[in-house]
Nanobody, 122 residues
């Protein structure tokens, strides 16, 4: 079992940056494909980015390509989402998710964090 705790959300002006962190507890973090999802008010939850459990393959939603970077530090059991050039439409609750040996483009995740709020003001 994996427990996920997100941090790093907050209020930022458009054009600014934030780095989200997701700390995982439990064994074998390096066997979990990790992802960030987000859910804006009144909208469906959507995947933002994913990183393969081997770390060599990543996936990004088209709207964040070139602005967001997902990375992982297996020694710290942590996955990050660096968000640059933030836009008001990036405002959402951001969730960390994990799936053991998952494909990087999977949308079927086993474990979820409780989310961290990101608000981008115009």
């Amino acid at each position: 079992q994996v427990q996920l705790v997100e941090s790093g959300g907050g209020l930022v002006q458009a054009g600014g940056s934030l780095r989200l962190s997701c700390a995982a507890s439990g064994p074998s973090f390096n066997t979990y494909t990790m992802a960030w999802f987000r859910q804006a008010p009144g909208k469906e939850r959507e995947i933002v980015a994913g990183i393969h459990w081997r770390g060599g393959d990543t996936y990004y939603q088209d709207s964040v390509k070139g602005r967001f970077t997902i990375s992982r530090d297996n020694a710290k059991n942590t996955v990050y989402l660096q968000m640059n050039s933030l836009k008001p439409e990036d405002t959402a609750v951001y969730y960390c998710a994990a799936r053991k040996f998952g494909a990087v483009r999977t949308l079927d995740y086993e474990y979820w964090g409780q989310g961290t709020h990101v608000t981008v003001s115009s």
